[in-house]
């Protein structure tokens, strides 16, 4: 029941204006270098005032004109991909709520208005992940809304920290630094960590794949993953007062891993989703060295591509009967050609191929960590994860493109023209979106100065990767895949370092076994009589008391006045 005018071409028709509207506002803000700080009164009662404060300035408003853009197209895309479920309006305001809450997250300076769109967040996509009703959603929504709630407890702490200081608003505290504020920017970087899935909390992202594509494609692109990094660049002037070692590791560590993870994975939805975690750690990593500018550009970039990369893939997981093993898929480019050159815009612009939307922010940000003083160990880990990228993106190409032997016959393989449409725009950003950002960012050019071989090693990196990703795809003539010959090492990597393990059953195993022992003793042991059955006990003894002496009270009465003779006589 595709009607001309359905909800969800209304909706989607809505936010694309407001998108536009808004990105124009803050390229515009950005240029003039202006900001709006608007405090809305909402209540003055006695001396007791509520008010609601935004902060208009070119940052927040041009994330959310992207946001807003992305969510229409993904809409758009939702209307042909739900047109046969039951629930679609349901569906429909959910994801409208979701990224509604986004933007409250977005334009608010103060601790508690963004804590209502952060829980806003952590609650619809608990909502939107176990929409298809069954254990295994059921499971990754749990994992998911509980993860996030250490992110959400970590800024009520922050909230109840900064009573020290006089007030919510964190602009206020960004030209200062005291000791105290270790406290307050340590627990806003255990928010930010939770939010954008770092190590140790990595485990959710790609559990979180069990919600219908397009909220994944929303999700990975522009929300709820980049919450956390938006609220650390907020931030980043009160962070970089500090020593960011450690969490610089931990991110880097996380790129690496997931870099590492997907190049082993055959199930498509999960190698995108260890893709955003990838470019995550790229993006908090460039923050914590001490740029959150290009963080953020990444940030932009990295949405539009994502998006893209995700509205297709859901469209090709469609035409296979819903199965999302690339080693099911083979040929899909002579099936569905307009798919599958969205497919590789997307994914030539996520390797940082030279002019595309990727290349703009992600080679800025390799150059700035080369010229930043930092270890060779740090070079290395950010370079080996550029390589990793472009492996299993390659990986994927040959599988879901060109890989001929797998494939299974009689699919239905159609190409939606609403679809198509919300790919082309996707498809336009993902090409033009990161020169145009980029030249409007910066308003000078940056010109990084470095030898020739430190200007071509992202380059040779991106080679080397793409070579690494073909040697993983093709079988060798004697035997399997190079990855089964190394079985251990590539079970390990697949399992994102045994995650998923540490964050579910290795947390409650423990606990059912002390429970189990628990109730043995108590339930079933000496707790029975001791705690259990006392009161029970105690009553009925008092009541046979009761019971003796009312039934034989002639005989107690004449042994009480004979006893009371006998002591007065005494």
Known sequence: MLNKWSVYLLGSLILFLTGMLFFLIGSLYLIWDYVVFMDWEILSLNSCVVTMTLLFDWMSLVFVGCVFIISSMVIYYSESYMGSDLDRIRFYFLVILFVMSMMMMIVSPNLMSILIGWDGLGLVSYCLVIYFQNYKSYSAGMLTILTNRIGDVAILLSIAWMLNYGSWHYIYYMGMWDFMEFYLVSLIIL????SSAQIPFSSWLPAAMAAPTPVSSLVHSSTLVTAGVYLLIRFSDLILNLDCSLVLTLSMMTMFMAGLGANFEFDLSKIIALSTLSQLGLMMSILFIGYPVLAFLHLLTHAFFKALLFLCAGLMIHCMSDSQDIRHMGLMVNHLPFTCT????SNMSLCGMPFMSGFYSKDIILEMMMVSGYNFFVFMIFFLSIGLTVSYTFRVIYYTLFYHINVYSCQSYTEDG??????IVLSVLAIFGGSMLSWMVFSVPFLVVLPLFLKLMPLTFIFLGGWLGYELSVPFLGGGLLSERFYFVSFFSGSMWFMPYFSTSMIYGKSFYVSSGYLEVMDGGWGEYLV??????L?????SM???YQFNNVSIFMMVFILIVIFSLI
């Not at 969205?342 to 815009?345: E, L, N, R, T, V």
């Not at 609403?418 to 790919?423: C, E, G, L, R």
């Not at 259990?532 to 006990?537: A, M, Q």
């Not at 009553?539 to 009541?543: E, G, K, Q």
Request: proline content about 0%.
């Open 191 to 194: 928010a930010g960590f939770t």
């Open 342 to 345: 969205c497919f590789c815009i």
């Open 418 to 423: 609403i679809m198509m449409k919300s790919m």
């Open 532 to 537: 259990s059955n006392s009161f029970l006990f």
């Open 539 to 543: 009553s009925s003894l008092i009541s």
């Open 546 to 548: 009761m019971n003796y």
